[in-house]
């Protein structure tokens, strides 16, 4: 089936893109910055799962930003919504068969470091899997790589630096973190975030991890953005609520697209 939705895609596009950016809550108007862009929706290509949130049709969208040819996913599929794990990260695996070399994902997160706010940017420096689930788990892929991949670089350092550079030229005051996935769909308790800081997590989140573990196996080079858009339960003395997410994630979004815009110039 893989085979078939990488043939549909490429049937439709005339070079392969160097560079794939998952646009997380919030990061969705990037795609207006994209220049000569045309988008394939995904009930179209054969085999590709969409996403069960209501209204969230997603699309791949391919054009230029400056002189790279990149793809955008707008709508990823999040574990909790019940597909399992493989249809998790099959648009992933469909976008490394494409011959990607980086990608970038983006995501909204709850602070957990008291020294955060929401509306922050943290550039994520590592993660912690700690749900039980790995899309790995299985046959080993060995044509695609290892059975035990190494994570000591799992975002990197180059693509860190120059992500650096480019904020500290727009004075733009990032933060970077390590990012701790939960499966959600609820949010995490006090005491879970309590555990997220001493396990040294800086941000939670639901998304993210799944599909940079596959990138890795693959060989991509990954950078990571999270936008801090709530601080994370019991870090205040007040409740969380979706809204609020959404309210931040549409206070920044034009920075936050510019920034990236800037990074996907540079590397
Ligand atoms: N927890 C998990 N995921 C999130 C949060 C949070 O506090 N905020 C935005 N996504």
């Not at 790995?136 to 892929?141: H, S, W």
């Not at 727009?170 to 933060?175: E, N, R, S």
């Not at 991509?220 to 997410?245: K, R, Y």
Request: glycine share 8%; net charge negative.
């Amino acid at each position: 089936m893989l085979e078939k939705s990488v043939e549909y895609i490429k049937s439709k596009i005339k070079v392969n893109p160097e560079i794939a950016i998952i646009l997380g809550s919030g990061l969705g108007d990037f795609v207006d910055t994209i220049e000569n862009k045309f988008a394939i929706n995904y009930e179209d290509i054969p085999g590709f799962p969409n996403s069960t949130v209501v209204g969230h049709s997603g699309k791949l969208i391919f054009g230029n930003v400056g002189d790279k040819f990149i793809v955008a996913m707008q709508g990823r599929i999040h574990y909790y919504e019940g597909q399992g794990i493989d249809k998790t990260v099959y648009p992933m695996k469909v976008l490394c068969e494409l011959g990607i070399k980086k990608l970038i994902v983006t995501n909204a997160s709850g602070g957990v470091n008291k020294s955060f706010k929401p509306s922050d940017i943290m550039l994520i420096k590592d993660h912690i899997n700690y749900t039980g689930v790995n899309p790995l788990i299985g046959k080993n892929e060995d044509d695609k790589g290892p059975r035990f991949l190494d994570m000591t670089y799992t975002y990197s350092k180059e693509l860190r630096d120059k992500a650096k550079e480019v904020a500290k030229n727009i004075d733009l005051d990032i933060k970077e973190g390590v990012y701790m996935w939960f499966t959600g769909p609820c949010y995490e308790t006090p005491s879970e975030v309590k555990l997220a800081a001493i396990v040294g997590a800086d941000a939670v989140g639901m998304s993210t991890v799944p599909e940079v573990i596959i990138a890795r196996h693959r060989g991509v080079d990954v950078l990571g953005f999270s936008c801090i858009t709530n601080m994370a339960a019991g870090i205040l003395e007040q409740p969380l609520n979706h809204e609020e997410v959404i309210e931040v994630s549409n206070k920044i979004k034009d920075k936050f697209a510019q920034y990236v815009r800037e990074v996907i110039k540079v590397i």
